[in-house]
Nanobody
Framework: QLQLVESGGGSVQAGGSLRLSCVAS????????MGWFRQAPGKEREGVVV???????TYTGSVKGRFTISKDNAKNTLYLQMNSLKPEDTAMYYC???????????????????????WGQGTQVTVSS
């Protein structure tokens, strides 16, 4: 049974840091698109950052320079280091997995949630001003 379990969310003041983790079971993340998405109340779920099998990453503009995605294939775990947090980062954060997209013998991943078919239950991040 494929499963993604997030942890590490919490409440912090603006400027603080959090590190989210997502442990995968039932399959290997090595050859998958992996990503972090977030959804604030009343808003659409947005792709924060995704990572390809070769480690290539794509960030949404609002988090560039503040957030860092990484993965440990041996531990089958995805991470999101979030620094310089802002109140507008407040949301439920979800880990997601989907198949690699292939074109011209190269793979890539998109921040479009429609390409991801496995989701964790989410972990809440709240940033106060």
């Amino acid at each position: 049974q494929l499963q993604l379990v997030e942890s590490g969310g919490g409440s912090v003041q603006a400027g603080g840091s959090l590190r989210l983790s997502c442990v995968a079971s039932g399959y290997t993340i090595r050859n998958s698109c992996m990503g972090w998405f977030r959804q604030a109340p009343g808003k659409e779920r947005e792709g924060v950052v995704v990572i390809d099998s070769d480690g290539s990453t794509t960030y949404t503009g609002s988090v560039k320079g503040r957030f860092t995605i990484s993965k440990d294939n041996a531990k089958n775990t995805l991470y999101l280091q979030m620094n310089s947090l802002k109140p507008e980062d407040t949301a439920m954060y979800y880990c997601a997995s989907g198949p690699l997209i292939w074109a011209d013998s190269s793979s890539y991943c998109l921040r479009d949630r429609s390409f991801y078919n496995y989701w964790g239950q989410g972990t809440q991040v709240t940033v106060s001003s």
